[in-house]
């Protein structure tokens, strides 16, 4: 196999290969491995390289395929996704035996000693996992810029972010390197590097894919994955969400719901910024495209305003994630079994884990309720609607660099930490997260309803840069996201759009 060949298939088309015996799992990983090392010195995605590993697995199924043994299911070298090479964020999503950091010095030599769940299936359904990719620390930004590892960049544009906090997932998979990438997503870090990026980002509902034991402040992250196509997103949830015994593609699993035909859909259009100030000349004309396109292909499209106080949205988010910055810093000895230090943090995440200490758990109660609420009120929306389509982002990929707190910000947060005083420690929450949602406000609000959300790879800008458009479902609603995704999929195709830092090669 060639490369151009490699870049030519999805996930689903190279398992086909592997299983047909046209490729296999050791000549797509050398691929895979060849192509990160021809890329990443430019992206910055990926992180931690485990190829020794990754080659023993692919050579031992091949040999498994070839000796025609039979194998249960659950043996990887039977998996739906057998021998295609997989990317995991190095956030949240542990390993046995590989280093997870997290974008963090102080997790950086923490190795743990069992597999995630999410990584359990991964591995189930044949994915041969060679590589972690970058994150922001601790997922706390939507940019992937951590002082540990240094910037990742938008393959679209280096100078450009490829979002955050699965900004590595979304780099590698925009630039060939892998043809889906698992992410996590809790404020908008599956949907905000797949609008960076041009990719696809299903954010799953709440509960959906087993996680690890949740955060006192609430679950609101969910792993799934970034892609290039709608039918390997499809496919994974069904391996992930424990569809994996039913044949691929049955109706009632997410692969045969993108298989379906759309039926004409009620949906409501949002052009409010959520909990950002305003939206970008080119996130308006990326939402007006969906909208028409949407119409063209027999949706009925109804303009509304989600009726929701932004501000206590805002409140209520910000109180649950400085808390679990609180558990991620604070509490860190409770994983690594060391004392954590102010030096082994990024200033902006220490001055969070403050704020979660002083003010999030006294305000913990009163952000539940109202996550309540939230989830109440689009619940009821989406009885009157089947989708909601709103912003992923209020505008297109910002420049590496541009959110990164100034030098009096820096010394307003160490100052903060040093001295924590109540009306400086709200002060320093609003300004630093004023700036964030400027940019990045309009996908936390499914985080907290829990509900489905996906972003979709329908328009870039004059500048060549992809801004995508979200919609959401009712809650376990995700059948009706992918035989939509699928139809916009297929009236307006974005698998051969690629970025220009890297032609395929054969």
Same mark, same amino acid.
């Given at each position: 196999?060639? $490369?151009?060949?490699?870049?030519?298939?999805?996930?689903?088309?190279?398992?086909?290969?592997?299983?047909?015996?046209?490729?296999?799992?050791?000549?797509?990983?050398?691929?895979?491995?060849?192509?990160?090392?021809?890329?990443?010195?430019?992206?910055?995605?990926?992180?931690?390289?485990?190829?020794?590993?990754?080659? #023993?697995? +692919?050579?031992?199924?091949?040999?498994?395929?070839?000796?025609?043994?039979?194998?249960?299911?659950?043996?990887? @070298?039977?998996?739906?996704?057998?021998?295609?090479?997989?990317?995991?964020?190095?956030?949240?999503?542990?390993? +046995?035996?590989?280093?997870?950091?997290?974008?963090?010095?102080?997790?950086?030599?923490?190795?743990?000693?069992?597999?995630?769940?999410?990584?359990?299936?991964?591995?189930?359904?044949?994915?041969?996992?060679?590589?972690?990719?970058?994150?922001?620390?601790?997922?706390?930004?939507?940019?992937?810029?951590? #002082?540990?590892?240094?910037?990742?960049?938008?393959?679209?544009?280096?100078?450009?972010?490829?979002?955050?906090?699965?900004?590595?997932?979304?780099?590698?998979?925009?630039?060939?390197?892998?043809?889906?990438?698992?992410?996590?997503?809790?404020?908008?870090?599956?949907?905000?590097?797949?609008?960076?990026?041009?990719?696809?980002?299903?954010?799953?509902?709440?509960?959906?894919?087993?996680?690890?034991?949740?955060?006192?402040?609430?679950?609101?992250?969910?792993?799934?994955?970034?892609?290039?196509?709608?039918?390997?997103?499809?496919?994974?949830?069904?391996?992930? +969400?424990?569809? +994996?015994?039913?044949?691929?593609?049955?109706?009632?699993?997410?692969?045969?719901?993108?298989?379906?035909?759309?039926?004409?859909?009620?949906?409501?259009?949002?052009?409010?910024p959520m909990l950002a100030p305003s939206l970008?000349?080119?996130?308006?004309? @990326?939402?007006?495209?969906?909208?028409?396109?949407?119409?063209?292909?027999?949706?009925?499209?109804?303009?509304?305003?989600?009726?929701?106080?932004?501000?206590?949205?805002?409140?209520?988010?910000?109180? /649950?994630?400085?808390?679990?910055?609180?558990?991620?810093?604070?509490?860190?000895?409770?994983?690594?079994?060391?004392?954590?230090?102010?030096?082994?943090?990024?200033?902006?995440?220490?001055?969070?884990?403050?704020?979660?200490?002083?003010?999030?758990?006294?305000?913990?109660?009163?952000?539940?309720?109202?996550?309540?609420?939230?989830?109440?009120?689009?619940?009821?929306?989406?009885?009157?609607?089947?989708?909601?389509?709103?912003?992923?982002?209020?505008?297109?990929?910002?420049?590496?660099?541009?959110?990164?707190?100034?030098?009096?910000?820096?010394?307003?947060?160490?100052?903060?930490?040093?001295?924590?005083?109540?009306?400086?420690?709200?002060?320093? /929450?609003?300004?630093?997260?004023?700036?964030?949602?400027?940019?990045?406000?309009?996908? #936390?609000?499914?985080?907290?309803?829990? $509900?489905?959300?996906?972003?979709?790879?329908?328009?870039?800008?004059?500048?060549?840069?992809?801004?995508?458009?979200?919609?959401?479902?009712?809650?376990?609603?995700?059948?009706?996201?992918?035989?939509l995704a699928a139809q916009l999929e297929a009236a307006r195709p974005?698998?051969?759009?690629?970025?220009?830092?890297?032609?395929?090669?054969?």
């Amino acid at each position: 196999m060639v $490369q151009s060949d490699y870049l030519a298939h999805d996930a689903i088309g190279l398992a086909e290969l592997v299983r047909t015996r046209e490729a296999s799992a050791r000549e797509l990983l050398d691929i895979a491995i060849s192509r990160t090392e021809a890329v990443n010195p430019a992206i910055n995605a990926i992180v931690l390289k485990d190829y020794d590993a990754a080659r #023993e697995r +692919a050579s031992r199924d091949d040999a498994k395929r070839a000796n025609g043994a039979n194998h249960a299911d659950s043996d990887r @070298a039977q998996g739906a996704l057998a021998g295609v090479p997989f990317l995991i964020k190095d956030l949240g999503a542990p390993v +046995a035996g590989l280093r997870m950091s997290m974008g963090s010095r102080h997790y950086r030599h923490f190795i743990p000693t069992e597999d995630a769940p999410v990584v359990a299936l991964a591995k189930a359904a044949g994915l041969n996992i060679f590589a972690k990719t970058s994150t922001s620390e601790l997922g706390q930004m939507p940019y992937t810029e951590p #002082e540990l590892f240094g910037a990742c960049r938008n393959p679209w544009n280096l100078d450009h972010t490829p979002g955050g906090s699965s900004g590595g997932a979304a780099a590698a998979v925009a630039a060939g390197i892998v043809p889906l990438a698992h992410a996590s997503d809790g404020g908008g870090s599956i949907r905000i590097p797949a609008s960076c990026c041009g990719l696809f980002g299903l954010k799953p509902s709440r509960g959906r894919v087993p996680r690890v034991t949740p955060s006192a402040a609430g679950e609101l992250g969910v792993d799934h994955a970034v892609s290039r196509s709608v039918r390997d997103s499809a496919l994974l949830l069904d391996l992930l +969400a424990g569809n +994996a015994d039913r044949p691929s593609g049955a109706p009632g699993t997410f692969l045969g719901a993108s298989r379906e035909p759309c039926k004409p859909l009620n949906i409501a259009y949002v052009t409010e910024p959520m909990l950002a100030p305003s939206l970008s000349a080119d996130a308006r004309a @990326a939402l007006e495209d969906a909208a028409q396109l949407a119409r063209s292909l027999g949706h009925n499209i109804e303009p509304v305003s989600l009726g929701i106080d932004f501000a206590a949205v805002r409140h209520a988010f910000l109180t /649950l994630w400085s808390v679990t910055a609180e558990e991620l810093v604070l509490n860190a000895d409770r994983i690594t079994g060391r004392k954590p230090l102010r030096e082994e943090f990024e200033i902006s995440t220490w001055a969070m884990a403050h704020v979660g200490r002083k003010l999030g758990e006294r305000g913990l109660p009163a952000a539940l309720e109202e996550q309540r609420r939230i989830t109440e009120r689009l619940t009821d929306l989406l009885h009157r609607y089947d989708v909601i389509l709103c912003a992923t982002l209020a505008a297109a990929p910002i420049k590496i660099g541009e959110m990164q707190p100034t030098s009096a910000e820096r010394m307003q947060m160490r100052a903060v930490t040093a001295m924590p005083l109540e009306p400086l420690m709200k002060k320093l /929450l609003m300004e630093a997260s004023n700036k964030a949602f400027a940019w990045a406000g309009c996908t #936390e609000l499914f985080n907290l309803s829990g $509900q489905p959300a996906m972003s979709v790879p329908l328009y870039w800008n004059a500048r060549g840069l992809p801004v995508g458009v979200q919609f959401a479902a009712r809650d376990g609603g995700e059948a009706t996201l992918f035989r939509l995704a699928a139809q916009l999929e297929a009236a307006r195709p974005w698998f051969d759009k690629r970025p220009p830092l890297m032609p395929a090669r054969s």
